[in-house]
């Protein structure tokens, strides 16, 4: 199956520092990638679609400055929270659709997530 | 609204159990239905599902698609403690790549 790395697997900053969280796909290329939150015991939320060369599409209710997404290549999407606060901490996913035949399928492949803690 | 409701919520078995899992989906221009393993960490693809009525299969793990009734299942035989997971489902539309979860089953598997 496909790799998806992220990076780091976990960081505990202080209130109102930047986090940046590195989304790769290691062995394909992805032209649309996504990032999900997830809080303990529920499902993934979607936060936003990571498309390369262009502004990500943000879900509703994701505040745009605050997650601020770039994809710069074709296997590299980093989603960079500003400003965090306590109620930021949650564990980010990202994920990105395998390619098949130069097509983007429907079968997303994960990273390994980013546990984010704020102090 | 697309939406996707699996269920139960939450299962207790114990080794060697049979257990089945639920998901119904309302998704427009449904494309397919995943199945994911999540652990400790970030979701691992299972099954993906287009076509009613074909079973797919993975070792103690089976899954099947019924697009008239908008349900799918997920069969695990001969559970193990290894089997102890969130396992969530989530529809693919045609017209995004998007994918719309459901809320998971967390499935606890004793001794």
């Known amino acids: 199956g496909a790799v998806v790395s992220q990076h780091p697997s976990r960081v505990i900053c202080k209130s109102g520092t930047s986090v940046k969280i590195e989304c790769r796909s290691l062995?394909?290329?992805?032209?649309?990638m996504f990032w999900y939150r997830q809080f303990p015991k529920q499902s993934l939320m979607l936060m936003a679609t990571?498309?390369?060369?262009?502004?990500?599409?943000?879900e509703q209710g994701v505040e745009k400055d605050k997650f601020l997404i770039n994809h710069a290549s074709l296997t590299l999407s980093t989603l960079t929270v500003t400003s965090a606060h306590p109620e930021d901490s949650s564990f980010y996913i990202c994920?990105?659709?395998?390619?098949?035949?130069?097509?983007?399928?429907?079968?997303?492949?994960f990273g390994p997530g980013t546990r984010l803690t704020v102090l | 609204e697309d939406k996707v409701v699996q269920s139960p919520l939450s299962l207790v078995v114990h080794e060697g159990d049979t257990v089945t899992l639920n998901c119904s989906y309302e998704?427009?221009?449904?494309?397919?239905l995943l199945w994911y393993k999540q652990e400790k960490k970030a979701p691992t693809f299972l099954f993906m599902l287009?076509?009613?009525?074909i079973e797919k299969k993975s070792g103690r793990l089976s899954s099947i698609l019924d697009k008239k009734e908008l349900f799918s299942i997920l069969n695990i035989t001969a559970t193990q403690t290894g089997d102890s997971a969130i396992y969530l489902c989530?529809?693919?539309?045609?017209?995004?790549?998007?994918?719309?979860f459901g809320t998971g089953t967390r499935l606890q598997v004793f001794p």
């Open positions: 990571s498309n390369e060369g262009s502004k990500a599409t943000y």
């Open positions: 989530a529809g693919s539309p045609y017209n995004t790549d998007k994918l719309i």
């Open positions: 287009t076509s009613s009525g």
């Open positions: 998704v427009t221009n449904f494309r397919s």
């Open positions: 994920s990105a659709n395998l390619p098949s035949g130069g097509v983007s399928t429907d079968t997303q492949y």
């Open positions: 062995d394909f290329q992805a032209t649309t």
